[in-house]
């Protein structure tokens, strides 16, 4: 049923291609885009998160096609500027990436720098310190190399037998949707059981996914490249306690500053979706000290105010999709309702 609503999605896009709506129907001052990992396509039948990947070759060509399409490219303290200003003639486009993986440097830091467009970079501080978990790799690794399962959801062991693809996918959506709803602690501890059982080094496999300082301080000694916050740990703020969820956000950008020598004054919530943060997260993150705090609900950023600085929208590009003409559809705002006053624009 997700498939199918994925392509009858993609075929409403297209369709608002060819009949028009992408010019008629633009709106808002303009659009954040997301992106997480940058790499060329690989072979394998069993790639789960294909989604959040983009190949370099795509970056270059939706770059190319922005600045053909007369777009500004900002980086986050004028999209601040651009969304509380009467609206300009040209639309902007932002460019953002979460994560703080190390494709970022290997492939996507030179085609940026090649189009030499500003660009902002999400960091949980835990990665490039080498202690984080990015334990949706581990569970990408389990299911791809084994076909009978066994593990530990709550106090009951679980079994699971998948022979194929699909069976594979199924099982990886249903056990990242139930570790995504965990407390942090208790995270940690299925993804160990997990690993451990299936001779998986979490540890090793997050350090080689990520970007170390020495890469960052490469990134951030470039003046087209804004550094934002995402935490240390990259958890899932609204399975937290308050206080525990703004110590994230103020220990991470404290981390931040501390390394690179600058205001942190950008964020972005980690996972971004309407399930991931709560309001008061967003009342945190300008407590917090932040100008901008970005989400991943999907929407495009409106002028004078209307869109709330700490809920900012953005569209997460679906690596599966190559279509530019989709891309042009989205970034119109065509395909996205009306954006609520300031003080409705939160979860």
Known sequence: MASDDRWLERLRLEFAWFTGQAALRSRGAGAILRFERVRPRRRGGFQPLRAHEITPQFLDRAIRALKRWEHDFLGMDEVCRRAVTLPEQRRFVALTFDGALKDMIDFAYPVLARHAVPFTIYVPTAFPDGVGQA????LEQVIARESRISLMMGEKEQRFVVTDRAEKQALFSHLESWLRSLSPADLSAAIADLCTRYRIDLGALSREAS??????????????VTIGSATVNYPVLANMKDSAALREMTMGKAVAEAAFRRDVGHFAFPFGDRTSFRRSHVVMAEEA?????????????????????????????????????????????????PVKPTGSATN
């Open 289 to 337: 000290g932040f100008a901008s705090a970005v989400s991943t609900i999907p929407g495009i950023v409106d002028a004078e105010g209307r869109t709330n600085l700490h809920a900012l929208p953005r569209i997460s590009w679906d690596g599966r999709v190559r279509s530019l003409r989709m891309l042009r559809v989205l970034v119109s705002g065509a395909a996205f309702a």
């Open 211 to 224: 970007m170390d300082w020495k890469d960052l301080a490469e990134l951030a000694a470039d003046p087209l």
């Open 135 to 138: 334990w949706w790799l581990g």
